[in-house]
């Protein structure tokens, strides 16, 4: 019977060693009855899992997936070893060594050996390509909604406008009426209540048209008097649920439109306070931080809040993906972020844990 050395020993050849150097990540592993151990990993998989091949020999094989795919992948390598056909290749999630998380696409092959079952497995890592593929996505979901969107703001905004102007004419007119007392009231709390509505509309139009508005005036700013001014606006609501803490380093300039860049730190800082239930300030804390890491401008807003759970934070930068009640939340806040920062050459991303806060993270190159 085969035994492990020739298994080994057949990985020498030129075959492997070109995988190898096309980032193939080779990994052989042997079950003596105690599950899968690594006795073989060439350098690309070292640099995938970011172990030392020593330090790979020295731990379970299945340690290094997400706890998801371990039951999964062990299933298949039962199902190989009965003779069934499996899938291949197959996306599984690993750890590195950082503790980050990557995807990689895996094809293995089990091999009954003299010492226990053998398996060779090729794999290499598509997290980048993952990404591009879910960024890509969403740009295409994101430039969808921007289209109707925008044409149908600009078919409200005129309708929208002499509806608003009429409410206040009318509000005029009634304080030259005289007729029974709680009528006029009456007359009053109505419309009132009319024109609070189309001030609601106006301002969701206005989000909708941000979506297609041409770029604006761009200038080299200074992203701390920016966050600054969102922090003045925001201010307010943020300390009545949290303490507050601006830790602003200074940093190059970028190029932006100081306006629509507001936009992005204002719609963070409001979703931060939102995320806070009031009235305990003193336990809650909401900061927002400013750095430069040597390449870019990095603007961050964290919360203390109720952080989000996974299959809400892969949806939260999608356009009117709201979790809150109506009046409250458009959906519309994360979408525009993304817009405005990618037009920017920059980038957005988000960490959460539900329960326990959130990070919201820009970055935006130098001008
Ligand atoms: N700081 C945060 N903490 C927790 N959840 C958040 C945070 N920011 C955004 N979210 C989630 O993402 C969703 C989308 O946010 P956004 O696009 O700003 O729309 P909106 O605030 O109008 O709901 C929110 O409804 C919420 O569920
Ligand atoms: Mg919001």
């Known amino acids: 019977m085969t035994t492990l050395d020739d298994l080994l020993a057949g990985l020498d050849g030129p075959v492997v060693a070109a995988l190898g150097r096309s980032g193939y990540g080779v990994v052989v592993t ?3 009855g105690d599950g899968p151990q690594i006795v073989h990993a060439n350098d690309a998989a070292v640099a995938i899992l970011g172990y030392a091949a020593a330090d790979l020999a020295a731990r379970p094989a299945l340690d290094h997936l997400v706890q998801d795919d371990r039951t999964r992948v062990e299933e298949m390598v039962r199902l190989a070893r009965a003779g069934e056909v499996v899938p291949s290749p197959i996306e599984i999630g690993i750890v590195r060594k950082s503790g980050e998380r990557a995807v990689v696409e895996v094809g293995a092959t089990v091999v009954p050996v003299a010492e226990g079952t053998a398996s060779v497995a090729f794999f290499r890592d598509v997290s980048e390509r993952r990404a591009l593929r879910s960024r890509l996505a969403l740009a295409d979901r994101m430039a969808t909604v921007g289209t109707v969107a925008a044409g149908v703001a600009h078919e409200i905004n005129n309708p929208l406008t002499y509806v608003l102007l009429n409410l206040d004419r009318m509000a005029s007119a009634l304080d030259a009426i005289t007729g029974p007392p709680h009528a006029v009231d009456r007359l009053r709390d109505a419309l009132a209540h009319a024109r609070d509505g189309a001030q609601r509309v106006r301002s969701i139009v206005s989000d909708l048209r941000s979506f297609s508005r041409a770029s604006e005036d761009t200038a080299d700013i200074d992203v701390r008097r920016v966050v ?16 507050l803490v601006e830790a602003l380093d200074e940093t190059p300039p970028v190029r932006a439109s100081e306006s629509r860049l507001g936009q992005v730190f204002l719609n963070l800082l409001v979703n931060a306070a939102q995320a806070i239930a009031p009235g305990a300030p003193d336990r809650n804390l909401v900061r927002v931080s400013t750095r430069f890491d040597g390449h870019r401008i990095v603007v961050e807003v964290a919360d203390s809040g109720c952080g989000m759970p996974p299959a809400i934070l892969r949806r939260a930068f999608d356009p009117f993906f709201t979790t809150k009640p109506i009046g409250v939340g458009t959906g519309l806040g994360l979408s525009i972020c993304h817009k405005i920062v990618t037009s920017l050459g920059g980038e957005i991303e988000a960490e959460s844990r539900d329960g326990a806060g959130s990070v919201f993270r820009v970055y935006l190159p130098r001008a």
């Open 30 to 32: 042997i079950d003596r």
């Open 228 to 243: 600054r001014s969102a922090v003045n606006i925001a201010g307010n609501t943020i300390r009545e649920r949290a303490r």
